[in-house]
Nanobody
Framework: QVQLVESGGGLVQAGGSLRLSCVAS????????VGWFRQAPGKDREFVSA????????YYADSVKGRLTISRDNAKNTVYLQMNSLKPEDTAVYYC?????????????????WGQGTQVTVSS
């Protein structure tokens, strides 16, 4: 089992920044990847970003490219999501998730473990 705990959400004005953290514990794995997803009220959960554990290859949704940056600290089993130039449409619950393989990283279906989520609210 892998446990994931997110933190760092909050309320911020448009144009502001937040840094989300996702700490993994339990039976962690060196392969695979960690992704961030978000879900706004009344909408489906959508892919935001992902990073592979070993090579650090990153992936982003077009809507966040250039504003959000994903990174990892393998020694701390932690993945970060630095969010800059936030917009009201970024408001959502943000979830981190972990998976063993790298096929279909942008799909939520392939992720084996999920955190409880952290709320991000961007005011206009």
């Amino acid at each position: 089992q892998v446990q994931l705990v997110e933190s760092g959400g909050g309320l911020v004005q448009a144009g502001g920044s937040l840094r989300l953290s996702c700490v993994a514990s339990g039976r962690t794995f060196s392969g695979g990847a960690v992704g961030w997803f978000r879900q706004a009220p009344g909408k489906d959960r959508e892919f935001v970003s992902a990073i592979t554990w070993s090579g650090g290859t990153t992936y982003y949704a077009d809507s966040v490219k250039g504003r959000l940056t994903i990174s990892r600290d393998n020694a701390k089993n932690t993945v970060y999501l630095q969010m800059n130039s936030l917009k009201p449409e970024d408001t959502a619950v943000y979830y981190c998730a972990a998976r063993r393989n790298l096929v279909g990283l942008r799909s939520a279906l392939g992720y084996d473990y999920w955190g409880q989520g952290t709320q991000v609210t961007v005011s206009s």
